[in-house]
């Protein structure tokens, strides 16, 4: 039925040229037309589909990303700053503790200076007793060589 149809409408009864209007013209129109509504049905809306989700999946993913830049940029600034406040603390702590071990170490040092200086006192003290006692022996012992040698004269 379809043939005769066309066959009816494709039986050209005037001179053929370019752009006679004849049944081809719309039977290509309809042809394109179920053509494009067929691949519409089949392959485009599918494709489209499948594009706009990857779209959002990607778009949904960017944000997600997005977000763990952030919370990590914020972790990374969480833990900058405790340690610039560690830093901060040991450089306190570091001067504390050389103050005080500076401070131990003066008093160490003057404990030992007083300590020396008495030794050096009592050893001068007793050097100089030692030297007055030396003398008043030297004396003695001069006074008694003296004496007999002045006996020793006198009676000889």
Known sequence: MFYKIFQ????TT???GLF????????IAIQFVALMVILDNILYSPLLTVINEREE???LNLKK???LIEN??????ATENKISAAEQDSQINIAKYTK???ELFDGYIKEIQIKFNKAVSK???DIRVKQVQDLETLKLENEKTITKKILSIILD
């Open 8 to 11: 009816s409408l494709s039986l």
């Open 14 to 16: 005037g001179a053929g």
């Open 20 to 27: 006679d209007f004849n049944a081809t013209l719309p039977l």
């Open 57 to 59: 999946y990607i778009q």
């Open 65 to 67: 990303a997005a977000e």
């Open 72 to 77: 990590a940029n914020k972790i990374k600034m």
């Open 100 to 102: 005080e071990s500076k």
């Open 123 to 125: 050893s001068s003290t």
